[in-house]
């Protein structure tokens, strides 16, 4: 997957997505994310990107040329291979469509994505209208700029791509991956401070261990995020758990 994101401070990038998971992701191949500073598309002087508001008011507003003409420019650069059709163009802000785990599946559907970052008080409404294709909030709250949006979404992203965790298990069980959260996770020591693990954990029956996991995400999604059940995709023996838990105030 290529991934272009355009942004006024490309300084920032570079500590998350060179580590970890991520950088291994980039070593071996399987992404590759190139950062493009907004600044170096404008043709003025002093390099400026933003201009006060038509009708006034306070703060400034990003101006549409340097960001189409970086839009341009990417979409110049595509080699035959790097996609099947326009790779979509994200904007990001507050007013977007909600992410969440199954956007990131979709947009990791895609082998090329252009993220556009905002500061200030926005963007020109013609980059809204006339250049992004998508626009994304990472939640009902105000950053001073999208970069760390940014980050959130590639990160989510790349770890679903073929091939980037150690075994396809470890994403497929991820909370929200099958619209509950994960079970409960233990390693050794078998027994800490005298807390010990679930002894069915330590039962080597794989059945069983299983189904005591399904169980505990069931119980833990209706813990802490009860909507979540709504979508969920139960058995109806699990919805007869659900309400039993229910009944019985287990929850
Ligand atoms: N830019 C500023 N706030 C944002 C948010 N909540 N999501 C995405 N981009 C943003």
Redesign the pocket.
Known sequence: MRIDILTLFPQIFPGPFSSGIFQRAVNSGLVKVNIHNIRDYTHNKHHIVDDSPYGGGAGMVLKPEPIFEAVAQIKETLKPEEGAGPPPVIL???Q?RP?CQQVAQELSGHSHLIII??HYEGFDERVRQYLATDE???????????E??AMVIVDTVVRLLPGVLGSEASSRDDSHAAGLLEYPQYTRPAVYRGWPVPEVLLSGNHAQIARWRRQQAIRRTLERRPELLDKAQLSPEERQLVSRLKKDGTC
């Open positions: 990001l802000t507050p977007g992410f970052c905002g994304i909030s990472i939640g009902d709250y105000v950053l001073s700029g999208g760390l949006a």
